[in-house]
């Protein structure tokens, strides 16, 4: 095997070594049963306790109250989008949009299939290089929730505390779940996709306010409806088990490094490092305003992008992997979730050093 390189990918994104090793270990033989985890019945005690487990330290680490339901969803974060109206707007109520990127656009598009959606702000005009400030938008009386991604993965900004309104808030966290700490009874629903921050591609969790499973109209496909999985445990139909397995993993792994708030010091103290770089520098730009940086996802250009290209692919050569920027804004972007070690990101910062010093622009 060839040493393990530091990997910046959006996602799926690095996950802990130790977790991958024991579920190299399990993907054989589940804990001596002799059968494989990804050949074991879902419906096992062995299973059913993997999933148990995992819903149980989501719980304890995002402090989810009694009256909230977690489920293990497919269909990926981009289901949510149509699911969350669908369910929730029955014929065509009001909806409340905050636009502050790709994922949000495309959850808008699917909303407005089912809703009156109000598209409250966008940042769109400036290269989504921006969150809104509570003050910039108004919600509508007859809004049924206020809807907003709380880390725009591409491009590299992130809401520094949640909106406030006396709306129920409806949030797309896949890139900054479980990084820092969330008031979960703000929220009418979470849901994230799991290959981000919290394990490998394949599954969505959702956490659901349970008097909102009651709100689904009666002629929606049983699969695309919350109450179908909330029922059934998540086990309505085969979850995605190795998927589940991992984020459990994950769980186990990050409840170890001290839970949420203790991950949230590391992360500030990860990015600072990068973003002290690219402010020390006039050679690197940060895409985003300062006011709204992601702790996640550091988006970031060279003078042209001739020297980008180079810069990627040096960087590549001396193992600091998946640095190149969404295709919709080109240059960089370092992907630094709960899982990225420090010692990676100081070697970026090295790197971006000598970088600048030997390709003058
Ligand atoms: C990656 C991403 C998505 C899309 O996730 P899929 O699981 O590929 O559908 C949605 N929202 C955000 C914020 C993301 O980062």
Same mark, same amino acid.
């Given at each position: 095997?060839?040493?393990?390189?530091?990997?910046f990918?959006?996602?799926?994104?690095t996950?802990p070594?130790?977790v991958?090793?024991q579920?190299g270990? *399990?993907?054989?033989?589940?804990?001596?049963?002799?059968?494989?985890?990804?050949?074991?019945?879902?419906?096992?005690?062995?299973?059913?306790?993997?999933?148990?487990?995992?819903?149980?330290?989501?719980?304890?680490?995002?402090?989810?109250?009694?009256?909230?339901?977690?489920l293990f969803?497919?269909g990926?974060a981009?289901?949510q989008?149509?699911?969350i109206?669908?369910?929730?707007?029955?014929?065509?109520?009001?909806?409340?949009?905050?636009?502050?990127?790709?994922?949000?656009?495309?959850?808008?598009?699917e909303?407005?299939?089912?809703?009156?959606? *109000?598209?409250?702000?966008?940042?769109?005009?400036?290269?989504?290089?921006?969150v809104?400030e509570?003050?910039?938008?108004?919600?509508?009386?007859?809004?049924?929730?206020?809807?907003?991604?709380?880390?725009?993965?591409i491009?590299?900004?992130?809401f520094a505390?949640?909106?406030?309104?006396?709306?129920?808030?409806?949030? *797309?966290?896949?890139?900054?779940?479980?990084?820092h700490p969330?008031?979960?009874?703000?929220?009418?629903?979470?849901?994230?996709?799991?290959?981000k921050?919290?394990?490998?591609?394949?599954v969505?969790?959702?956490?659901?306010?349970?008097?909102?499973?009651?709100?689904?109209?009666?002629?929606?496909?049983?699969?695309?409806?919350?109450a179908?999985?909330?029922?059934?445990?998540?086990?309505f139909?085969?979850?995605?088990c190795?998927?589940?397995y991992?984020?459990?993993?994950?769980?186990?792994?990050?409840?170890?490094?001290?839970?949420?708030?203790?991950?949230e010091?590391?992360?500030?103290?990860?990015?600072?490092?990068?973003?002290?770089?690219?402010d020390?520098? *006039?050679?690197?730009?940060?895409?985003?305003?300062k006011?709204s940086?992601?702790?996640?996802n550091?988006?970031?250009n060279?003078?042209?992008?001739?020297?980008?290209?180079?810069?990627?692919?040096?960087a590549?050569?001396?193992?600091?992997?998946?640095?190149k920027?969404?295709?919709?804004?080109?240059g960089?972007r370092a992907?630094?979730?709960?899982?990225?070690?420090?010692?990676?990101i100081?070697?970026?910062?090295?790197?971006?050093?000598?970088?600048?010093?030997?390709?003058p622009?």
């Open positions: 095997m060839t040493d393990r390189v530091y990997n990918s959006p996602g799926p994104a996950l070594f130790e991958l090793e579920a270990t *399990d993907v054989v033989n589940f804990q001596s049963t002799g059968i494989g985890l990804i050949e074991i019945s879902h419906r096992s005690k062995e299973f059913m306790a993997v999933v148990a487990d995992a819903e149980a330290n989501l719980r304890e680490l995002m402090d989810i109250p009694d009256n909230y339901k977690v969803l497919q990926g981009s289901s989008f149509f699911m109206p669908m369910n929730l707007l029955g014929n065509g109520k009001k909806a409340t949009y905050l636009n502050t990127g790709t994922w949000a656009k495309k959850a808008i598009k909303a407005q299939l089912f809703g009156d959606i *109000d598209v409250a702000y966008s940042s769109e005009g400036v290269q989504f290089k921006r809104p509570d003050s910039e938008y108004t919600v509508a009386d007859d809004s049924e929730y206020l809807y907003y991604v709380s880390n725009n993965t491009y590299g900004t992130q505390k949640a909106p406030v309104s006396d709306k129920m808030l409806i949030c *797309d966290m896949s890139s900054d779940i479980l990084s969330v008031d979960v009874k703000k929220y009418g629903l979470i849901f994230a996709g799991a290959q921050n919290l394990g490998p591609a394949g969505t969790v959702v956490i659901i306010r349970e008097d909102l499973l009651s709100r689904t109209p009666e002629k929606i496909p049983t699969m695309l409806s919350y179908t999985h909330a029922d059934k445990g998540s086990m139909n085969t979850p995605p190795f998927a589940v991992v984020v459990g993993e994950v769980l186990k792994w990050l409840k170890k490094q001290g839970g949420v708030a203790a991950i010091k590391i992360n500030k103290a990860k990015a600072q490092i990068l973003y002290d770089a690219i020390s520098s *006039d050679y690197y730009r940060g895409h985003a305003e006011n940086r992601s702790l996640m550091v988006s970031f060279l003078p042209t992008p001739e020297l980008e290209a180079k810069f990627i692919a040096e590549t050569k001396v193992g600091l992997n998946g640095l920027g969404h295709r919709s804004i080109g960089c992907s630094i979730y709960n899982a990225f070690p420090q010692e990676g100081v070697k970026l910062v090295e790197f971006m050093k000598a970088f600048e010093a030997a390709n622009a």
